[in-house]
């Protein structure tokens, strides 16, 4: 059944488009996610990386082009084509009424999985998650990073080959997850596709081989994150804090400075190969920033060139 | 990808990895954990997803069975005591034969079993859909799983049918042996008093579906149909008591048609066949409509 385009490809999307009313919440969009990649959607808030998502899991209906995943269209086999995923969407819908463990049988038992297999299986995930001692928990008990832990715990209980992750870690606090990452790199290397789309350059850079960056439904690059800086970066970048009253009136200044500037409201991007000499001729021409930074590019840099606006606003 | 079903594969775990060693290698369970292919939940889902989705609501109802046990005795034996059995004394000595020759309390027993049904219908099929949609959003989780939309609906009719096949029966034992049940069809007011509820529960389940915030709204379906309904569906005295330009309410009210027919069952209330099948008619086509126009609603709401 898979044609020979799509045998390679665990997810296949051509031309994919979606639009509610006049307003296209995906614009055209095509990507290819070979078996066991670890794909990122990396966009700000309301780009259309949840839509997608959302397509891709078989919920919602594209207005137009082309969507295959393992080879299957999922508005024609929706219940095959969820049967490959595991989903961990962007808000928890974890049941409160029924505790920790009971979450993870009552889901697997959509399935079809027999209690025999869902028994241990959700005390292996309750452990990978770090929950065992919550097992008898009330869901409502759990914190913030808990309850992420656990939805994702739940996504595995059929031990799907494709994870779709929707903002798997925001609002969650550094240390949650930092313990999340770890969870999901380990996932990654037993050989499990991973999707996700989050507005963390940081997350990004350390969860996926490959990314698209979108921005108003339209993919504006892809590649692997270094690939993405090296194209459409500098190697380093200088940051400078002149007061937020200043720092426009000071770009003017700074002409001629490095590759690229960048003025925004509380500070100024110096885009250079070598950030300390570039700062060494910000202070020759008299200039005394209130706290200058020296740093590599990072995707957000990539965002900020490529769309003109910051990932987190 | 083969679509054919294999029916048997998967049912133990790791009896789905087919091949020749499949055999060989038998390690500790704790290894071999292995969930069957997605072809094989795929078929299952399709085949008894209502019924999956039925467990889950049912083991969210049996965290708190007591209460709803508790409930279910503590409901009829109050009502029983106070009307059957209280406000009966005043009526039959004043009236004996006002109820077609038969005690107050066997005239409103089958009129009180319609209506606790319908009661329980009305907090079932509301707050809980909002739930589900809205507040806690349980619905998102069965919905990206093999389960389709239809099934989510039938699922949760399914488990709130049971609940109410449980109450309705123990409510019929406790009206027999108030002796309030004199004719030996009397059970069959079981079903007819679960039916009642749906007809009345479904299409109030499509309606909760299509509430996108709760202003407010269950409330008034609370004080102003099933308070009226409760009161003017024949439940307290007989519908023809009423003036002309009130008694529509008992003809559109699925609890008046839900009470004549109780009362037929048990103790033998007159019906004309035309009019007893106009009743089960009646209730059947509401809580079909309901159905079909939930399972509407669901979807859209869910696929956007």
């Known amino acids: ?313 | 990808m083969t679509n054919s079903p294999s029916p048997g594969a998967g049912v133990e775990p790791a009896a789905t990895q087919k091949g020749p060693t499949n055999k060989t290698a038998i390690q500790p369970p704790t290894t071999t954990l292995r969930a069957h292919a997605p072809q094989v939940a795929a078929d299952r889902a399709k085949r008894f997803g209502s019924w999956y989705y039925a467990e889950h609501a049912l083991r969210v109802m049996n965290g708190y069975r007591w209460t709803l046990l508790a409930y279910s005795v503590g409901n009829p034996v109050m009502y029983l005591f106070a009307m059957g059995v209280g406000l009966a004394t005043l009526v039959d000595q004043n009236s004996s034969d006002a109820f077609g020759g038969v005690s107050y309390l066997a005239f409103i027993a089958p009129a009180l079993l319609a209506s606790a049904t319908i009661m329980t219908a009305a907090t079932e099929f509301t707050y809980p859909v909002m739930d589900g949609f809205k507040w806690r959003r349980v619905y998102y989780g069965p919905h990206a799983s093999p389960l389709g939309v239809h099934q989510i609906v039938n699922g949760y009719i399914i488990a709130i049918s049971l609940r109410l096949i449980l109450m309705s029966a123990i409510y019929f034992g406790i009206v027999a042996a108030f002796g309030a049940s004199p004719s030996g069809w009397g059970w069959v007011a079981v079903p007819v008093a679960v039916l009642c509820g749906l007809s009345f529960g479904l299409p109030l389940m499509a309606y909760s579906a299509s509430v996108q915030e709760d202003k407010g709204q269950f409330a008034l379906v609370m004080r102003f149909l099933v308070t009226p309904m409760f009161l003017f569906s024949g439940t307290f005295f007989p519908l023809d008591t009423l003036p002309i330009y009130l008694q529509w309410i008992g003809w559109i009210s699925p609890l008046w048609h839900g009470t004549q027919l109780g009362r037929m069952l048990t103790y033998g209330f007159p019906v004309p066949i035309w009019l007893a099948v106009i009743h089960v008619v009646y209730l059947v086509v509401l809580a079909v409509l309901g159905w079909r126009l939930a399972r509407r609603t669901y979807a859209r709401r869910l696929g956007k």
């Open chain 1, 1 to 313: 059944m898979p044609n020979s385009v799509t045998r390679d490809y665990v997810i296949s999307a051509r031309q994919l488009t979606k639009h509610y009313g006049d307003f296209a919440a995906v614009d055209d969009i095509s990507f290819d996610v070979p078996a066991g990649e670890s794909f990122g959607l990396l966009g700000p808030n309301g780009a259309g990386k949840s839509t997608t998502m959302r397509m891709i899991g078989g919920v919602s209906q594209r207005t137009s082009g082309s969507l295959t995943i393992m080879g299957l269209d999922p508005e024609q086999h929706g219940p095959q084509v969820r049967a490959h995923l595991g989903v961990v969407p962007q808000q928890d819908n974890l049941d409160e009424e029924l505790r920790v463990r009971d979450n993870l049988i009552v889901y697997g038992r959509y399935f079809g999985l027999p209690l025999s297999y869902l028994k241990p299986k959700a005390d292996e995930l309750l452990e990978f998650a770090q929950l065992t001692d919550k097992a008898k928990a009330k869901v409502d008990s759990l914190s913030g990073g808990m309850k992420r832990r656990l939805t994702i715990a739940r996504s595995l209980i059929n031990e799907p080959k494709i994870l779709l992750l929707d903002e798997p870690t925001t609002g969650l606090d550094p240390q949650a997850r930092h313990i999340l990452w770890d969870r999901l790199f380990r996932l990654k290397e037993s050989g499990v596709t991973l999707i996700l789309t989050t507005h963390y350059m940081d997350e990004a850079e350390q969860l996926c081989d490959r990314l698209v960056v979108v921005d108003k439904g339209k993919i504006m690059a892809e590649g692997s994150p270094a690939k993405l800086i090296r194209e459409h970066s500098t190697r380093e970048v200088l940051e400078l804090r002149f007061g937020s009253e200043r720092n426009t009136t000071v770009a003017a200044e700074l002409q001629g400075i490095g590759d690229r500037l960048e003025p925004l409201p509380d500070r100024v991007l110096i885009y250079t190969h070598d950030g300390e000499a570039a700062l060494e001729q910000v202070t020759a021409r008299g200039l005394h920033p209130i706290t200058s930074l020296v740093r590599r590019s990072s995707l957000e840099d990539v965002f900020l060139r490529l769309t003109g606006r910051s990932l987190v606003d």
